[in-house]
């Protein structure tokens, strides 16, 4: 009772002894970067037109009292925000199938995905360090793929093929997600993983 409820809820909550203070806006990008390369819909959630089926109340109420309450908490790490996400990605499809901006907005997702050798080179240092240290600069190839990948995704949104454009989309994500999983998690575990640690434990033992 003491360790579950009062110290990892209640204490985390009001601060106590486990502490990871932030400031109150922290989830804001951590929202935005959740939904990478999707980011450019949030812009979407603010439209009224968005929210006349009142269905979408639900949605909505699921996110927004999710932001207030932990922006409230003293308390504040990337991973409580993960169950806010279905809300938001939600929302955001909704409102995708019915903006006449789609192609633009599509476009944008794919030219954010021009990043991802960027975020594979710097992540180990950005978790290390700090992000103001783990700047390296944008990688050629990969603003030239992600152009290349977003006029495909316009002009097949443009033709009408809005779930072709966004099939597309979804395998270039799956493809950014392989490249920073076989880029950075081997520099992850040089400096913010135990694994290092385990695996000279492990070798000890034996």
């Known amino acids: 009772v003491d360790e579950f409820f009062w110290k990892q809820h209640l204490g985390r909550f009001t601060g106590g002894a486990v502490s990871h203070p932030q400031p109150f806006w922290f989830y804001g990008p951590i929202l935005v970067a959740a939904l990478f390369p999707w980011s450019p819909l949030l812009a979407l959630l603010f439209r009224k037109s968005l929210y006349k089926d ?7 109420l699921w996110l927004v009292f999710g932001m207030v309450f932990l922006s409230v908490s003293a308390n504040k790490l990337p991973g409580y925000l993960v169950p806010l996400v279905p809300a938001a990605a939600a929302l955001a499809g909704l409102a995708l199938s019915e903006s006449p901006w789609a192609p633009q907005l599509l476009a944008a997702c794919a030219l954010l995905l021009g990043l991802v050798p960027t975020i594979a080179a710097g992540l180990p240092d ?81």
């Open 126 to 206: 950005a978790l290390d360090r700090g992000a103001t240290h783990a700047w390296t600069g944008i990688v050629g190839w990969g603003a030239a793929a992600a152009i290349l990948l977003a006029a495909v995704v316009w002009l097949m949104a443009r033709a009408g093929r809005r779930k072709l454009a966004v099939g597309a989309l979804v395998a270039a994500t799956l493809m950014g997600a392989l490249w920073i999983e076989t880029q950075a998690f081997p520099g992850l575990d040089r400096t913010v993983s135990a694994r290092g640690t385990w695996r000279q434990v492990e070798a000890r033992r034996s």
């Open 54 to 60: 009142r269905r979408r109340w639900l949605l909505l």
